[in-house]
Nanobody, 121 residues
Framework: QVQLVESGGGLVQPGGSLRLSCAAS????????MGWYRQTPGKERELVAV???????KYADSVKGRFTVSRDNAKNTVYLQMNSLKPEDTAVYYC???????????????WGQGTQVTVSS
């Protein structure tokens, strides 16, 4: 079984910074894409930033220039550095990983439990 454990959320003032981490554990062959999504009440979950195993990244327009996604393949961990935070960044942030399982080499999407980020003065 694969688990994604997130950390780093919390309360921050507008203009502040937070760093989210998500570590994957369990038995698997490899991890392809990893990334972050967020969701607010009554809205669909939306992509924030994703990073491929080779390092190519994609960002939502709303976070470009403020957020940076990175990963450590040796640690099966993805990070999200969030700077210049705004109240509209307030949401539950979910980690996502495209995990390749052993033997069949099939790919499955796994989600973390979510971590709350609140930007407020």
């Amino acid at each position: 079984q694969v688990q994604l454990v997130e950390s780093g959320g919390g309360l921050v003032q507008p203009g502040g910074s937070l760093r989210l981490s998500c570590a994957a554990s369990g038995s698997f062959f490899s991890i392809n894409g990893m990334g972050w999504y967020r969701q607010t009440p009554g809205k669909e979950r939306e992509l924030v930033a994703v990073i491929e195993r080779g390092g190519r990244t994609k960002y939502a327009d709303s976070v470009k220039g403020r957020f940076t996604v990175s990963r450590d393949n040796a640690k099966n961990t993805v990070y999200l550095q969030m700077n210049s935070l705004k109240p509209e960044d307030t949401a539950v942030y979910y980690c996502n990983a495209e995990v390749v399982v052993r033997f069949t080499l099939s790919e499955f999407k796994y989600w973390g439990q979510g971590t709350q980020v609140t930007v407020s003065s």
